[in-house]
């Protein structure tokens, strides 16, 4: 343990809980006159001038962050709405604004990433050396033939060369499709052979905790299956055995070999593909996204800016986000490197090979701004704040949470535990869909609220729609997005009418529409929207409990159940019921080596009743090792219902733990094996 952390003695078991049950009266916290002090922003007047013109405002930002190779002579094209335009004309290179400018501007010994693998293994990477690197490769790509338009895809693990990967893609104009390591050769085989990717980008092997994971040998019998894949470049890894097939597959270095070293980025078309990326898939088939460039730069580069208060010359930032979802695209890659600040990235899950190997790394490295997922953040509740308390936290100047709400209570375990009560928190809210956040507090503006999202970004309009249509104030509804934004998505990929549909159909048929000049995008999630303006989301529109004539957002109640001391984290689910149409049923973890019982089942039922209502008491809970998670952190809802009805899982490979479904399934089973046939829910109807 570090002296500091020593001499600070930190809030621990009895005296934390009450410090935490004391905040919990707390609504809000104003910014500290510290932090005001040193901001970016600090006035209210951002975004009267936003409102005042938002178009002109969104010109002034892409203006002013990003190099242009050529002007724009149109910021919004609204003529073929919702397919919206952004920056007509402009042309750029995303590579060159994420390592060129900063290299040519005499900061290229500037480190870009500090690296440390699941070993022990450390590396830094400069701005110099990723640009070298990622040049080097875009010409590799180019002398296989693959140029601008062709589909590249990426399948590896959180190391540098995944970022040089994206940007050598980006370099030549071959928007890139970064696939989870962790998802399946199947589920790899359908993204590749959906957008016809040429090239894939990949590695010899990984690590999966002390395994090693020869992932090119695993992965060759789909490869062999896709017509479309011309080139196949391997990164070495970890030693892995990786058979390789002439005429396709090279090595990373014989590539780099091949193409020469040179590659000037291309000038490109503001609205030219980025990249394309499949939504998680927790409902129904998934969606293919396709971000542009001028468009998602320039709203990716102003919220990485703002809302975390990146200084280049001081901030160690970490966002524990994987390339292969948005948020690693946006957070962990993009966004970072066009402000030229250090980042972080860590190979491996929190708890390998500890469960305090985070804290020993924001120690290491002096990281300075904090960037994770509420269920990542449950998780350190269930382990026990010992952990964290163990090493010297005090480099944490601004904390940010992002992937689903989270709960208040959880907030403040974040904010007093990991941010000793000094750090900001700020919890973001945005989509794969959305390219950028667009609810989220300004750090130096804004009170935060335990639990809510925040105010609007300046130039972002949403509101809260009831069924008819209608906006409401203070109670749950649709959130809907009035206004378009730059990074929003350009369509789906193949499916444009289902973008239109998807998107901005959901009020068609009720004049919605026509209420406004432009038509708004429907995000899917229940939300409200309190007297102060703060944004509370609360999960899924789908996500909602009906009991009797009361509807209860599961979001809401999982919200009440952990704010139990015991309680780690909760997912809760609508099963039918013959008298009340449903009631909810509860899959609930417990913090430590906590087991469950019938007087901690009453105590959180009282927590429920006490907060909720009556309507909201669950009346079957489930104690669970763990819950149905994405790799992102999302709880698959969907699965559990499944558990509950007997339903078939069918691909669960998107899981963080596909194990975990067999552990839920005899836990559920356990717990109908001790009620009376009467007891138990109606039939799930057939499909």
Same mark, same amino acid.
């Given at each position: 343990?570090?002296?500091?952390?020593?001499?600070?003695? +930190?809030?621990?078991?009895?005296?934390?809980?009450?410090?935490?049950?004391?905040?919990?009266?707390?609504?809000?916290?104003?910014?500290?006159?510290?932090?005001?002090?040193?901001?970016?922003?600090?006035?209210?007047?951002?975004?009267?001038?936003?409102?005042?013109?938002?178009?002109?405002?969104?010109?002034?930002?892409?203006?002013?962050?990003?190099?242009?190779?050529?002007?724009?002579?149109?910021?919004?094209?609204?003529?073929?709405?919702?397919?919206?335009?952004?920056?007509?004309? &402009?042309?750029?290179? !995303?590579?060159?604004?994420?390592?060129?400018?900063?290299?040519?501007?005499?900061?290229?010994?500037?480190?870009?990433?500090?690296?440390?693998?699941?070993?022990?293994?450390? =590396?830094?990477?400069?701005?110099?050396?990723?640009?070298?690197?990622?040049?080097?490769?875009?010409?590799?790509?180019?002398?296989?033939?693959?140029?601008?338009?062709?589909?590249?895809?990426?399948?590896?693990?959180?190391?540098?060369?995944?970022?040089?990967?994206?940007?050598?893609?980006?370099?030549?104009?071959?928007?890139?499709?970064?696939?989870?390591?962790?998802?399946?050769? /199947?589920?790899?085989?359908?993204?590749?052979?959906?957008?016809?990717?040429?090239?894939?980008?990949?590695?010899?092997?990984?690590?999966?905790?002390?395994?090693?994971?020869?992932?090119?040998?695993?992965?060759?019998?789909?490869?062999?299956?896709?017509?479309?894949?011309?080139?196949?470049?391997?990164?070495?890894?970890?030693?892995?055995?990786?058979?390789?097939?002439?005429?396709?597959?090279?090595?990373?270095?014989? !590539?780099?070999?091949?193409?020469?070293?040179?590659?000037?980025?291309?000038?490109?078309?503001?609205?030219?593909?980025?990249?394309?990326?499949?939504?998680?898939?927790?409902?129904?088939?998934?969606?293919?996204?396709?971000?542009?460039?001028?468009?998602?730069?320039?709203?990716?580069?102003?919220?990485?800016?703002?809302?975390?208060?990146?200084?280049?010359?001081?901030?160690?930032?970490?966002?524990?986000?994987?390339?292969?979802?948005?948020?690693?695209?946006?957070?962990?890659?993009?966004?970072?490197?066009?402000?030229?600040?250090?980042?972080?990235?860590?190979?491996?899950? #929190?708890?390998?090979?500890?469960?305090?190997?985070?804290?020993?790394?924001?120690?290491?490295?002096?990281?300075?701004?904090?960037?994770? !997922?509420?269920?990542?953040?449950?998780?350190?509740?269930?382990?026990?704040?010992?952990?964290?308390?163990?090493?010297?936290?005090?480099?944490?100047?601004?904390?940010?949470?992002? &992937?689903?709400?989270?709960? +208040?209570?959880?907030?403040?375990?974040?904010?007093?535990?990991?941010?000793?009560?000094?750090? #900001?928190?700020?919890?973001?809210?945005?989509?794969?869909?959305?390219?950028?956040?667009?609810?989220?507090?300004?750090?130096?503006?804004?009170?935060?609220?335990?639990?809510?999202?925040?105010?609007?970004?300046?130039?972002?309009?949403?509101?809260?729609?009831?069924?008819? &249509?209608?906006?409401?104030?203070?109670? /749950?509804?649709?959130?809907?997005?009035?206004?378009?934004? #730059?990074?929003?998505?350009?369509?789906?990929?193949?499916?444009?009418?289902?973008?239109?549909?998807?998107?901005?159909? =959901?009020?068609?048929?009720?004049?919605?529409?026509?209420?406004?000049?432009?038509?708004?995008?429907?995000?899917?999630?229940?939300?409200?929207?309190?007297?102060?303006?703060?944004?509370?989301?609360?999960?899924?529109?789908?996500?909602?409990?009906?009991?009797?004539?009361?509807?209860? +957002?599961?979001?809401?109640?999982?919200?009440?159940?952990?704010?139990?001391?015991?309680?780690?984290?909760?997912?809760?689910?609508?099963?039918?019921?013959?008298?009340?149409?449903?009631?909810?049923?509860?899959?609930?973890?417990?913090?430590?080596?906590?087991?469950?019982?019938?007087?901690?089942?009453?105590?959180?039922?009282?927590?429920?009743?006490?907060?909720?209502?009556?309507?909201?008491?669950?009346?079957?809970?489930?104690?669970?090792?763990?819950?149905?998670?994405?790799?992102?952190?999302?709880?698959?809802?969907?699965?559990? =219902?499944?558990?509950a009805y007997g339903l078939d899982p069918g691909d669960v490979t998107t899981l963080r733990d596909p194990r975990v479904m067999d552990d839920l399934e005899r836990s559920f089973a356990a717990v109908v094996a001790t009620e009376s046939p009467e007891s138990r829910p109606a039939p799930q109807p057939a499909k």
């Amino acid at each position: 343990m570090s002296k500091l952390a020593a001499r600070q003695a +930190p809030l621990l078991g009895v005296a934390l809980e009450r410090e935490l049950q004391r905040l919990l009266a707390v609504e809000s916290f104003e910014p500290s006159a510290e932090f005001r002090a040193q901001a970016l922003i600090t006035d209210e007047s951002v975004y009267e001038e936003a409102e005042r013109d938002y178009e002109g405002w969104w010109a002034r930002q892409a203006g002013e962050l990003l190099d242009w190779i050529a002007p724009w002579h149109t910021v919004l094209d609204q003529s073929d709405a919702p397919n919206y335009r952004w920056f007509l004309g &402009g042309r750029l290179n !995303a590579s060159y604004n994420c390592l060129d400018r900063h290299v040519l501007a005499g900061r290229g010994e500037r480190v870009a990433y500090h690296w440390h693998g699941q070993l022990g293994e450390e =590396r830094a990477v400069t701005y110099a050396e990723l640009l070298h690197e990622a040049e080097a490769l875009a010409a590799g790509l180019r002398a296989r033939g693959i140029g601008a338009g062709d589909v590249v895809a990426i399948y590896m693990p959180m190391v540098p060369e995944v970022v040089a990967a994206m940007l050598a893609c980006a370099r030549i104009g071959a928007p890139h499709n970064v696939v989870f390591l962790g998802s399946s050769p /199947q589920t790899l085989h359908q993204q590749l052979s959906y957008s016809e990717a040429v090239g894939l980008i990949t590695v010899d092997g990984a690590l999966q905790r002390d395994a090693t994971r020869a992932v090119k040998q695993e992965i060759d019998p789909v490869l062999d299956e896709l017509a479309s894949l011309e080139t196949v470049i391997v990164r070495r890894h970890r030693e892995a055995s990786c058979p390789m097939r002439p005429g396709r597959d090279l090595w990373w270095d014989e !590539a780099v070999a091949a193409g020469g070293g040179s590659c000037p980025p291309e000038s490109l078309d503001a609205e030219h593909p980025l990249f394309l990326l499949y939504t998680s898939g927790s409902t129904g088939k998934p969606k293919v996204v396709v971000h542009s460039t001028g468009g998602y730069l320039t709203g990716v580069h102003w919220t990485s800016k703002y809302v975390f208060d990146l200084k280049p010359e001081s901030d160690v930032f970490w966002c524990t986000a994987d390339a292969g979802w948005v948020t690693g695209h946006s957070y962990s890659t993009y966004g970072p490197l066009m402000n030229g600040v250090t980042s972080m990235m860590y190979e491996g899950p #929190p708890d390998h090979p500890h469960r305090a190997i985070w804290w020993e790394l924001v120690e290491r490295s002096r990281v300075t701004v904090l960037y994770t !997922a509420p269920t990542i953040i449950r998780s350190f509740i269930s382990w026990g704040a010992e952990l964290p308390a163990g090493y010297d936290l005090s480099s944490l100047r601004l904390l940010g949470t992002v &992937g689903e709400p989270i709960n +208040p209570k959880a907030w403040l375990w974040y904010r007093t535990v990991i941010g000793g009560g000094r750090c #900001p928190i700020v919890d973001t809210w945005w989509q794969t869909e959305t390219g950028a956040m667009l609810i989220a507090p300004l750090p130096g503006v804004v009170a935060t609220k335990p639990g809510a999202a925040g105010r609007p970004l300046p130039a972002i309009l949403p509101e809260v729609l009831d069924d008819d &249509g209608d906006p409401v104030l203070g109670e /749950q509804g649709a959130l809907v997005l009035r206004r378009p934004w #730059p990074s929003m998505l350009r369509t789906l990929y193949k499916e444009n009418e289902r973008y239109r549909q998807t998107y901005f159909g =959901r009020f068609d048929d009720r004049s919605y529409f026509g209420r406004f000049a432009e038509p708004a995008y429907y995000v899917g999630d229940a939300a409200r929207v309190d007297a102060d303006g703060h944004f509370w989301i609360e999960g899924r529109v789908d996500d909602v409990i009906t009991v009797g004539s009361e509807r209860l +957002p599961s979001a809401r109640i999982e919200s009440a159940i952990v704010a139990h001391p015991k309680v780690a984290e909760a997912g809760v689910i609508g099963l039918r019921d013959r008298e009340r149409g449903q009631i909810a049923c509860a899959f609930v973890t417990l913090v430590g080596d906590t087991q469950g019982s019938p007087q901690l089942e009453q105590e959180i039922r009282e927590v429920v009743l006490e907060r909720l209502g009556e309507a909201a008491v669950p009346r079957r809970i489930v104690w669970a090792v763990d819950l149905a998670k994405t790799r992102s952190g999302k709880i698959m809802r969907r699965l559990l =219902r499944n558990v509950a009805y007997g339903l078939d899982p069918g691909d669960v490979t998107t899981l963080r733990d596909p194990r975990v479904m067999d552990d839920l399934e005899r836990s559920f089973a356990a717990v109908v094996a001790t009620e009376s046939p009467e007891s138990r829910p109606a039939p799930q109807p057939a499909k």
